[in-house]
């Protein structure tokens, strides 16, 4: 099939690529000229792992292409919108302007039997305005909603190989297309589920709201356990055990962060309110509070652990990405406690084996060290707050030997705590004995 994907960030990218190992061929279209040359000559924008190798070779078998000009998504049957919906900084509601510009965009160039895809997370009820447009347009072109779930750092598997495939729609046409677009995912026995527009819009945004609403309730028995004496990892494995909560999304430590959770779940309560059903939500305003606190806790347990300030206080600090095989630093607790040790005063030597550069753009105040050994010499204190597979395989004898004063705060509990104790370190994790 011929398939347009309008967008080409994070999702739009990495869709596109596996839309040509799916069989497909695609055409890549984004408003930003510098990333729609790179793609084209087979340069992957962003860190993502297993991407490249796509990449390359859908450009080379000449069946993935990239443009600028979104009429240039004319001839292809399914076109996929894949842009993004960032957060309005007054409401925390979703900017839907780069997806009204994709469908004004598209509206020009659709023929009778095309499918327009929205991927894009988007308030619940937009699809369904979306749908009003094009059929005003009289094109004859029919709107499926299909919601993406990949994570950075597995997001061509997730994309391949998804847990299941969600179609909202509003006519079984649509559902016939799609059935072709995933005849390869779905010969794999990938679950599929049809379903209207606004349930397929509810999934995603449920979705995350749970993932989010499981790390904070983690995070809340954290605070308990630090008050009481008792240890939230522990505590974790144990309930984990019992198959209805499962171990999953409960790791304790400084939070979500990234480019859809945070996000996610302030648009879903802006979208309740003007639904008149802000109360239904309340919980995840709370789930964003507790998820704040930690970052704070950790910036306490500094001030803390080096005697009552930081002020120029030599701190390392690992890992500035909002995830590990990531180089995404989009509401990054990890760059966040950074920017605030710095804030009061500490002299701050963050690094990360993908995340400066972005974090430079931010933070242009901070120190960076890409050298992990260069970053812990002379340390008052070593902060850990991405569990970058480097840092949780730190030897404790090694870094005690590089440091100025044995401290440490993991601020996703990854360290065994009796190691770096047994070799002097004063050793604190987040609701960790
Ligand atoms: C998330 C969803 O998982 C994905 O399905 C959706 O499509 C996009 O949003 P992503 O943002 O890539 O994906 O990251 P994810 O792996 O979900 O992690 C989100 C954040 O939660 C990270 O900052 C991570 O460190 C944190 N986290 C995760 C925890 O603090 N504890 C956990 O137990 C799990």
Redesign the pocket.
């Known amino acids: 099939m011929k398939v347009s994907v309008i967008g080409c960030g994070y999702l739009g990218a990495v869709h596109a690529a596996a839309m040509v190992k799916l069989g497909h061929e695609v055409i890549g279209i984004d408003v930003d000229p510098a990333k729609i040359a790179k793609l084209a000559a087979g340069i992957t924008p962003f860190f993502e792992p297993g991407l490249p190798e796509l990449l390359v070779d859908g450009v080379e078998s000449g069946r993935l292409r990239f443009s600028t000009d979104i009429t240039d998504a004319a001839g292809a049957t399914v076109h996929f919108i894949a842009v993004g919906t960032p957060q309005q900084h007054d409401s925390g509601s979703a900017d839907l302007r780069f997806v009204d510009a994709a469908v004004d965009g598209l509206i020009p160039v659709l023929a009778a039997g095309d499918l327009v895809v929205g991927k894009s997370?988007v308030p619940v009820g937009t699809a369904a305005a979306i749908a009003a447009r094009i059929d005003e347009s009289g094109s004859g072109a029919l709107l499926a909603w299909n919601p993406?779930?990949?994570?950075?750092?597995?997001?061509v598997a997730?994309t391949l190989t998804p847990d299941r495939i969600v179609y909202g729609v509003d006519d079984e046409r649509a559902t016939g297309v799609l059935d072709e677009v995933y005849a390869a995912a779905l010969e794999s026995g990938t679950p599929r589920i049809v379903t209207d527009f606004a349930t397929a819009e509810l999934v995603?945004t449920a979705?995350?709201a749970f993932?989010?609403t499981?790390?904070s309730f983690?995070?809340a028995m954290a605070e308990i356990a630090e008050v009481t004496g008792a240890d939230v990892t522990t505590l974790a494995d144990a309930i984990g055990h019992d198959a209805r909560i499962g171990r999953?999304?409960?790791?304790?430590?400084?939070?979500?962060?990234?480019?859809?959770?945070p996000k996610?779940i302030r648009a879903f309560s802006a979208r309740a309110e003007e639904l008149g059903r802000a109360e239904s939500v309340a919980f995840l305003r709370e789930i964003d509070a507790i998820n704040l606190r930690r970052r704070e806790r950790v910036v306490d347990l500094a001030v803390e652990l080096l005697g009552g300030s930081v002020f120029e206080k030599r701190i390392a600090v690992l890992g500035l990405t909002?995830?590990p095989d990531?180089d995404?630093v989009r509401d990054?607790?990890a760059l966040d406690v950074a920017a605030r040790l710095h804030g009061l005063g500490a002299d701050v030597v963050a690094t990360d084996p993908q995340g400066i550069e972005n974090s430079r753009l931010r933070h242009p105040q901070l120190a960076y060290e890409p050298d992990l050994d260069e970053a812990l010499r002379g340390a008052d204190l070593v902060v850990l707050v991405?569990?970058w597979a480097e840092y949780r395989a730190l030897a404790p004898e090694r870094v005690g030997q590089l440091v100025a004063s044995p401290r440490v705060i993991d601020g996703?509990n990854v360290l065994d705590p009796d190691a770096w104790k047994s070799v002097g370190f004063d050793y604190r994790g987040l609701g960790r004995r």
């Open positions: 997370t993406e779930f990949l994570r950075e750092g597995f997001a997730d995603k979705a995350n993932l989010a499981k790390i983690i995070n999953k999304f409960l790791n304790a430590g400084i939070g979500f962060g990234g480019g859809c959770l996610d909002f995830k990531s995404d990054s607790p991405t569990e996703r």
